[in-house]
């Protein structure tokens, strides 16, 4: 993503800035008129729904060429289902406890960090973020990857370090191991690479002053804005292939006593955790599963709609798919081994809720039917339709409009329909392929998504086999339609309304499919070769005792602004100013590019390593938002050193 040119070097007058993370705010209660609004419309859509299908059933259904009509119905009725499903889910998004924040607790806390390859620049703001939480708490690296410098991180950062013999179980496994250790009444949890912002302890503990409570979890957001599940119109405001699901869906389960945890952003009781055996490790999505185990148990849990941790989205499709296969292929585990529709303990709208999630997979081979469908009429001249399109066209379109209307009111304003449609053929392979593991019985091992640097080159990633095969499918079936319209094939279409209507619906199929390897493919999604994301702020600095401004920073470099730069490959020293009563930082670097414009030249500096007690500092400036103007007042001497500086 291209970066904004920061201010003019040595422009003091400048305001300063650090980064602006879209606000993740607890939405407001919905008021009565829109909440009617939205179930008024979702009935209705339903009922349409309803009818429409009764007509198709009774009226349409074409026996010359029942496959294909047999097969629309079936999509057709799938989509009824899921659109049941989602107003089920969001027909409600304001029930639940709330809890004002605490400042002090008399419950023992610790916060847990799982951890296995992530790099050090994508564990340290975790880190020291965490230790910087209040109220009073431990915190916790558990290192499956039992690696000296993470050991040397923790103890710099005040945190413990714990590793384990073995990996068995991954993830579940590591936490399990941590809890046999830790001496606290509630865990929270945090991927290594979310960082919590400062009200992540205050905004959540409150909940369990309620002893029923065992779990509060929070919308999973990203700072990485330019990744791979966020969209150019919508990156401004946050919005990403995620929003839909942690800012609306899983809200609307606070309704139905259904919120599950999502593996980081929570806090859970331990006692509750070791009430059904810990964490479950009979799956590779050990948050939901777990989750089922909790509220078979009577446990309750809350969803608090508050972002408090920014995270790592998938920055290509490589990492993006793999992360989705495996959430599909823990489902499926789910569904297997701990299904929620069978058993006891769960309530009547708890099955549903759950049910609703783990269904959601298999949308994938409803995408998949309306890629072949149109295509198969085209190819074989098969009407799936018997009624005149004076009367189907109508219908059809009402419903279509219908169902599009609902599912645009329930999302709430974070349903983006063009982008979750893009968003369905990018991830129908890897959906496809993780429900196919409902039928396999061998256990399917833990993939951790990579992070971080890729390698050092942009590499195109070639997109999903399956996606270019229905693309070329498709153009062959639009070819093979225009050819036949034309009288050069041997086939002869006998209802002409039905074969335009496929071409045209397999023309929106096509752009579709174009558009996700587009994505797929972009040079911009391709191979991650910086160590870290770099953050877009305006400071004042000084670099070799020269006033500049920083007009980008990440915890391994940034990018500076001068007058008089120094030398590339030149070791020397960049001192920040912060916001709010922050002294100064000061940061050991190394001049690694120079680029001349006008007689100001943009420097790129790459920070030296041993300086994490610094980073830690940078860190809680880059994730907290101060509005207080950045000061730098250095007494600095010859070396450009100061005494206001901590090392």
């Not at 703001?125 to 923790?154: C, K, N």
């Not at 865990?187 to 905004?203: E, K, Q, S, W």
């Not at 009402?398 to 709430?412: D, K, S």
């Not at 401004?549 to 915890?555: C, D, E, F, H, Y």
Request: charged share 20%; aromatic share 8%; hydrophobic share 45%.
């Amino acid at each position: 993503m291209a970066r904004p040119a920061p201010p003019a070097a040595g422009a003091d007058q400048a305001p300063a800035a650090l980064p602006r993370f879209p606000s993740g705010a607890r939405p407001a209660p919905e008021s009565r008129r829109h909440a009617l609004l939205v179930r008024g419309t979702a009935v209705l859509a339903l009922l349409a729904t309803v009818a429409y299908l009764t007509w198709r059933v009774t009226a349409t259904l074409e026996p010359h060429a029942w496959w294909a009509s047999l097969g629309m119905l079936a999509l057709e009725a799938h989509a009824a289902v899921g659109l049941g499903l989602f107003v089920f889910s969001l027909w409600d998004v304001d029930t639940g406890p709330r809890a004002a924040p605490v400042t002090t607790s008399d419950m023992r806390v610790a916060v847990l960090i799982p951890t296995y390859n992530e790099p050090e620049e994508v564990l340290l703001p975790t880190v020291a973020a965490a230790v910087a939480l209040e109220p009073a708490h431990e915190t916790w690296v558990l290192d499956d990857g039992d690696r000296p410098d993470v050991r040397r991180l923790a103890s710099e950062l005040g945190a413990r370090y714990v590793t384990r013999p073995d990996r068995r179980h991954a993830k579940g496994g590591n936490i399990n191991h941590a809890l046999g250790l830790v001496d606290a009444e509630l865990v929270a949890m945090l991927d290594a690479d979310h960082v919590p912002t400062p009200g992540f302890l205050t905004n959540t503990l409150g909940y369990f002053g309620d002893e029923g409570v065992a779990l509060v979890q929070t919308p999973q957001d990203f700072y990485n804005l330019d990744s791979f599940e966020h969209a150019e119109p919508t990156r401004r405001s946050g919005l990403g292939e995620q929003s839909l699901f942690y800012r609306a869906v899983q809200p609307g389960k606070n309704r139905w006593g259904a919120a599950f945890w999502c593996g980081t952003g929570a806090v859970l009781r331990v006692a509750a955790l070791r009430a059904v055996g810990g964490v479950a490790v009979g799956s590779v999505t050990e948050d939901i599963h777990t989750t089922i185990r909790l509220h078979r148990a009577g446990w309750r849990t809350v969803y608090h709609n508050e972002v408090l941790a920014r995270g790592l989205a998938a920055g290509n499709a490589k990492q993006y798919l793999l992360q989705r296969r495996r959430w599909g292929t823990g489902a499926m585990q789910v569904l297997r081994t701990d299904n929620p529709l069978f058993g006891r303990g769960l309530t009547p709208a708890q099955r549903v809720a759950y049910m609703a999630t783990l269904l959601g997979w298999f949308d994938a081979w409803r995408t998949l039917g309306y890629v072949l469908l149109p295509a198969l009429v085209l190819l074989t001249g098969a009407s799936p339709v018997r009624a005149s399109a004076a009367v189907f066209l109508p219908a059809f379109g009402t419903v279509l409009v219908a169902h599009q209307t609902a599912i645009w009111l329930l999302g709430r304003g974070y349903a983006r329909p063009l982008l979750a449609v893009e968003f369905e053929m990018v991830r129908m392979p890897s959906n496809l392929a993780a429900t196919l593991t409902l039928l396999r019985l061998r256990p399917v091992g833990f993939r951790v998504t990579p992070k971080g640097r890729g390698g050092r080159h942009r590499e195109r990633d070639p997109g999903p086999a399956l996606l270019w095969l229905l693309a070329g499918v498709s153009v062959l079936a639009l070819a093979w339609g225009t050819a036949t319209m034309a009288g050069l094939t041997p086939l002869h279409y006998g209802t002409m309304w039905t074969v335009l209507a496929a071409a045209a619906w397999l023309l929106v199929n096509t752009a579709f499919l174009l558009a996700a390897l587009r994505r797929i493919r972009s040079p911009r999604f391709s191979v991650e070769r910086r160590r870290s994301v770099r953050l877009d702020v305006s400071l004042p600095a000084r670099l070799s005792a020269v006033e500049c401004r920083v007009g980008n920073l990440s915890l391994t470099g940034a990018l500076v602004e001068t007058v008089d730069p120094p030398d590339v490959d030149d070791q020397t020293r960049l001192i920040v100013g912060l916001p709010g009563p922050h002294p100064p930082l000061g940061l050991s670097c190394l001049v690694r590019s120079r680029v001349d414009r006008d007689g100001v030249a943009l420097c790129g500096v790459e920070f030296l390593p041993g300086q994490r007690p610094v980073l830690a500092r940078l860190t809680r400036a880059l994730f907290q938002e101060y509005g207080s103007p950045a000061v730098l007042s250095i007494g600095a001497d010859e070396a450009g050193r100061s005494p206001e500086v901590a090392a």
